[in-house]
Nanobody, 119 residues
Framework: QVQLAESGGGLVPPGGSLRLSCKASGTIFSLHTGGWYRQAPGKARKLVAAITSDETPNYEESVKGRFTISRDTAKNTVSLQMNNLKPEDTAVYYC?????????????WGQGTQVTVSS
């Protein structure tokens, strides 16, 4: 059984920073791709940042230059460093990891963490 635990959300003023982490636990053989999605009230969930198994990052246009995604395969963790946050970044953030475990390669979702950018 693989579970994801997210941490790092909270309330920050515009221009502030937060670091989100998503740690996979269970019998994990390898961590492959990872991604962070966000969902604002009344809107669809959308991809914000992703990282491939060869460490290539991709970002949604509005966060380029402000967000950085990283992967630590030794700790089975994918993180999202968010700088210069704006009110429009307010949303619930979900991580999505593809891991290889006892049941094979599968995609798992975190429970979501609230990020609120407000003065």
């Amino acid at each position: 059984q693989v579970q994801l635990a997210e941490s790092g959300g909270g309330l920050v003023p515009p221009g502030g920073s937060l670091r989100l982490s998503c740690k996979a636990s269970g019998t994990i053989f390898s961590l492959h791709t990872g991604g962070w999605y966000r969902q604002a009230p009344g809107k669809a969930r959308k991809l914000v940042a992703a990282i491939t198994s060869d460490e290539t990052p991709n970002y949604e246009e509005s966060v380029k230059g402000r967000f950085t995604i990283s992967r630590d395969t030794a700790k089975n963790t994918v993180s999202l460093q968010m700088n210069n946050l704006k009110p429009e970044d307010t949303a619930v953030y979900y991580c999505n990891l593809r891991v290889r475990s006892l049941v094979g390669a599968s995609i798992y979702w975190g429970q979501g963490t609230q990020v609120t950018v407000s003065s």
